[in-house]
């Protein structure tokens, strides 16, 4: 048994009951054929903020400049380990020097048991100094030493690269 309502079929006017600027409006966000969205027609309320939160938001570095200070903050723990490590093994190579002074006076004279003395005091005072400063003094040391002789780190930096790529060849041709 069909109900009245079944039987008529109901036909709106969408152009005669609402106003041209609505019809323009349902026309425009209406979908594609087959295609599903949904709408929402309710804003969704945000999360409360914590008190403080714009401050801390405010306060802490986003993006590269806190990327930037994890990398120096790395860089600087790396370059404080080496420090300590460099400043033990000068200490320990300044001790075998003193150690082996009295078999070099035997050896070979006195004269040359002495400069390995003053060469051991010598290191002995560096490792001293290297295990004393931090490694930003050591830098800014370093690079007040470039501004005031800049012939000799250019030197110093030709002659330690000579080094290191005779020890890496070196190491190349024994593999081979």
Request: proline letters at 4%.
């Given at each position: 048994?069909?109900?009245?309502?079944?039987?008529?079929?109901?036909?709106?006017?969408?152009?005669?009951?609402?106003?041209?600027?609505?019809?323009?409006?349902?026309?425009?966000?209406?979908?594609?054929?087959?295609?599903?969205?949904?709408?929402?027609?309710?804003a969704k309320p945000s999360a409360?903020?914590?008190?403080?939160?714009?401050?801390?938001?405010?306060?802490?570095?986003?993006?590269?400049?806190?990327?930037?200070?994890?990398?120096?903050?790395?860089?600087?723990?790396?370059?404080?380990?080496?420090?300590?490590?460099?400043?033990?093994?000068?200490?320990?190579?300044?001790?075998?020097?003193?150690?082996?002074?009295?078999?070099?006076?035997?050896?070979?004279?006195?004269?040359?048991?002495?400069?390995?003395?003053?060469?051991?005091?010598?290191?002995?005072?560096?490792?001293?100094?290297?295990?004393?400063?931090?490694?930003?003094?050591?830098?800014?040391?370093a690079r007040n030493f470039v501004?005031?002789?800049?012939?000799?780190?250019?030197?110093?930096?030709?002659?330690?690269?000579?080094?290191?790529?005779?020890?890496?060849?070196?190491?190349?041709?024994?593999?081979?």
């Amino acid at each position: 048994m069909a109900t009245d309502q079944e039987k008529k079929p109901t036909t709106r006017k969408a152009s005669a009951k609402k106003p041209a600027a609505k019809q323009a409006a349902a026309k425009k966000s209406s979908p594609a054929k087959g295609v599903n969205v949904k709408r929402t027609t309710a804003a969704k309320p945000s999360a409360p903020l914590k008190a403080g939160a714009t401050r801390a938001a405010s306060a802490k570095p986003t993006g590269k400049a806190d990327l930037k200070d994890r990398a120096f903050d790395k860089v600087r723990s790396t370059a404080n380990d080496g420090k300590a490590k460099a400043g033990e093994a000068i200490g320990s190579l300044s001790e075998m020097i003193e150690n082996s002074a009295k078999s070099i006076d035997e050896n070979v004279g006195e004269k040359y048991g002495d400069y390995a003395r003053s060469a051991a005091d010598a290191m002995s005072s560096f490792a001293e100094k290297v295990n004393a400063k931090d490694v930003d003094e050591m830098v800014d040391d370093a690079r007040n030493f470039v501004r005031k002789r800049p012939a000799v780190a250019i030197g110093a930096a030709a002659v330690i690269g000579l080094l290191v790529s005779r020890l890496i060849k070196s190491g190349t041709d024994d593999r081979s």
